[in-house]
């Protein structure tokens, strides 16, 4: 960091961590995350200028050029990164099997040292790092969406007692290309029962729900209910 800052040096910082935020917050504004535009923007203010102060509490007298990665004021850019722990930590959610805002938290940290790299002083770091993150929440997300993932649901059907068969239901899906667990079976009065079964195959984020799968099941047998599990697979 530079001893002796001037005000179009912190002016200049402070307007490339507004810059850098704003790039990074609208893509999540966007996609309707819970961290978006202004709660970027703040964390990455909050580091830079929490890196401001500290090179403006440097005491420079009597020091070694090598000394001062050890003062105390080096400390508070620290704190921040803990700080925003708590924040990222409240960004993720958990529904069931499935968790949420985990990108959100991890971009909220990240936009936070690029806070810190600009506040410091380290411009072309600051700019190099806001290109890798949106890089990676722009560029990269036409990449995850066509990741075939293992996707797995809890599936109930209704028959009579000797209607359908396990091997039956096993056959069925088989030749439609998924896989199939018998989790269990309960009365359903009537001299009928309910199976439960897991389903698990594999597909891209991008081709949406397994219509295919349900269409199966609906022409095929008395389907009760039809409940997706994104997580939590073995």
Request: proline share 3%; hydrophobic share 50%; glycine share 12%.
């Amino acid at each position: 960091m530079p001893l002796h800052p001037s005000a179009i040096d912190i002016a200049l910082r402070l307007f490339l961590t507004v810059v850098a935020g704003a790039l990074i917050g609208i893509n999540r504004e966007a996609g309707g995350h819970s961290a978006g535009f202004r709660t970027t923007v703040l964390a990455a203010l909050a580091a830079s200028l929490a890196m401001i102060l500290a090179n403006a509490m440097l005491e420079v007298g009597g020091k070694t050029p090598v000394s001062f990665a050890t003062m105390d004021p080096m400390r508070l850019p620290l704190g921040i990164l803990t700080g925003m722990g708590f924040i990222g930590g409240g960004a993720i959610l958990k529904h069931g099997n499935t968790i949420s805002g985990v990108t959100t938290a991890a971009t909220l940290w990240a936009v936070t040292v690029v806070g810190l790299c600009f506040g410091s002083g380290n411009l072309v770091l600051g700019c190099v790092g806001t290109g890798l993150i949106l890089l990676t929440l722009i560029g990269f997300k036409w990449v995850d969406v066509r990741v075939a993932r293992k996707r797995r649901a809890h599936v109930v059907i209704a028959g009579t007692r000797d209607a359908p068969t396990l091997s039956q239901f096993y056959d069925t899906l088989r030749t439609a290309g998924y896989r199939a667990n018998f989790l269990g079976e309960s009365d359903a009065g009537n001299n009928r029962r309910r199976l439960t079964f897991e389903v698990l195959w594999e597909q891209t984020e991008i081709d949406g729900k397994p219509p295919a799968l349900l269409d199966v099941l609906a022409k095929t047998y008395d389907l009760q209910s039809f409940e997706m599990v994104a997580e939590g697979l073995r």
